[in-house]
């Protein structure tokens, strides 16, 4: 199993937002899901319990922050569908206010607890 971590810094205004929101639903597509377990875009919920700063050190605080993480059951899986479209050579998305960032998890623990992921695709995702 791999957990896929991406910080996205997108421009704080409405329209680039929802241009972010648009794209992640219906552009950046997983054409063949046999591997992923699930995926999830959020933003941060809560400042109460928030004692991990993920911006790191950045000094652009005004943009909306969105993280990514996607859970495959292999990275071969991952590189197959995914992996070999992440290219930093490529101009950043003119939603972005800084370029992504992520990082590959190899869990070395875990607990199985008795929830489940969503059975459905949120609205709109494609």
């Excluded at 937002?17 to 597509?29: G, M, Q, S, V």
């Excluded at 911006?55 to 992996?83: A, H, P």
């Excluded at 960032?101 to 607890?113: H, Q």
Aim: with cysteine.
């Amino acid at each position: 199993m791999v957990i896929i971590l991406i910080k996205w810094v997108i421009k704080p205004e409405k329209e680039a937002i929802d241009a972010f929101l648009h794209h992640w639903r219906t552009e950046a597509l997983v054409q063949d899901r046999r591997g992923l377990v699930g995926e999830f875009l959020s933003e941060v919920d809560s400042e109460k319990y928030t004692t991990w700063d993920v911006r790191g050190g950045s000094d652009r605080r005004e943009g909306k922050l969105f993280v990514n993480v996607g859970t495959w059951e292999n990275r071969d899986e991952f590189e197959e569908q995914i992996g070999k479209y992440f290219n930093d050579d490529n101009p950043i998305k003119p939603f972005e206010l800084e370029r992504r960032v992520r990082t590959v998890l190899k869990p070395v623990c875990w607990r199985v607890g008795g929830g489940s992921l969503p059975a459905n695709d949120s609205v709109g995702v494609l």
